[in-house]
């Protein structure tokens, strides 16, 4: 391919992008496919000789389109979204073609000083106190790893990096029951091994009880462990509970243990000053994550990681051989020394061009927005006599299920809620998920997706009313 004919392959691209979000809620939102059927469909070996770019993208529109699950489509109602917009996807564009890797300041000194810049817009927006430095990571799950190492080289004064974990001392880390799975993945990585991990119990609403954890530390002092961090969560994943940061951050002050806050969905209703509740007590945490490229409208991606202790950041990870050495190492930051992979791209701009694009006014009324369609239909939801609220509704992710009043059986209730998830799958009009709450099969509906009215949350709640009902026919 050379310049000319890039230019006009990319001159379709993009009528194709600005197609594809025009028309993405007409596409049946997950494709009807059995594994392997894409596979079945890809040659076995590399073309011998390169190939015009109109047949690859005639296969990529023939084969792969229709293998794919629609994230982007108003009636993607699952998991967590993964966002994204038109200022983000731009800068996308803007940093693949600019290519730059920026582990280092020389290595981009743009790169380095946006992202700088950027995080310090984001901490205000989010109401963060001044003490906290920000730095871009990869996923929610790399940046909590990244706390777990500065808790583990805090607590052994940097000896664990230095000759590994030996002695028969434990370290414990401790979260909620409710915490997300990659806390146990990480627990498992930093060394910790996952018997150290204490998984403490959870209120009504699904939060960390404040008083087990005190309990849970005592008891492991009591055994000569060493209690080293806690993994505090605004907004669970299962139902956007809310763990008091203001008991347990105390808490972690007077033990002398780290505290970590995982935020990574809810942390993007902290640009609503009146959502900045959940986070009363960060003032006692040592670092805090929450994941732009969830709610934030800017593309995966872009997860926000914030320490106090900068110093402690750098002097977990740093390593500095001679071929990275640089004349301005003092004067710098080298985010290189802030994470686990040596080599970074340019993600800061996509967030700096949401920002601007929206502006901060614009970010709040979109939040604002997706909140106050939760809380309608979590209202709706309520006083249906054949539904029930399964958590509180802090935000835009509503548990629930279907409960005629004619069953009471909770195995009944279960595989009644596991079909209809599963025939609203089938449907391909809409996309939800489950978990598991106190036991119970539990459908969750979460009201994020950049591009999203009420009209798409009346057709979603028509289509489960109707899926439901079927079911007692
Ligand atoms: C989504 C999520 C994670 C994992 O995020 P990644 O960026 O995919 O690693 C961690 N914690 C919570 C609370 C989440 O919602």
Redesign the pocket.
Known sequence: MDNKEFRKNAHELVDWMADYFEQVEDYPIKPDLQPGDILAQLPDSAPEQGEPFEAMFEDFKKTIMPGMTHWESPHFMG??PANKSYPSVLAEMLTATLGAQCMSWLTSPAATELEEQVMEWVRKLIGLPDPFTGVIE???????LCALLMAREQVTDFEVNESGFSGDQDYIVYCSSE?????EKDVKIAGFGRKNLRKIPVDENYAMDPAALEEAIREDLEDGNKPTAVVA?????GSTAIDPLKEIGPLCSKYEIFLHV?????GTALLLPEKRWMNKGIEHADSF?F?P??WMFTN??C?AFYVQDEALLVRTFEILPEYLKTPEDERVKNYRDWGIPLGRRFRALKLWFVIRSFGIKGLQDKIRGHISLAQQLTATIEQHDDFELLAPVPLNTICFRFHPNHIDDEKKLDELNSKLLNNIQQDGTLFLTHTKLDGKYTVRIVLGNTNLEERHVDKAWNVIKEKAFELIQ
């Open positions: 998991y967590f990869g996923t929610a799950s790399t940046s909590t915490t997300h799975s990659s806390i969560t605004i907004g669970t994943t995982d935020a990574a969905y809810a994550v994941n490229h969830k995966f991606d997860s």
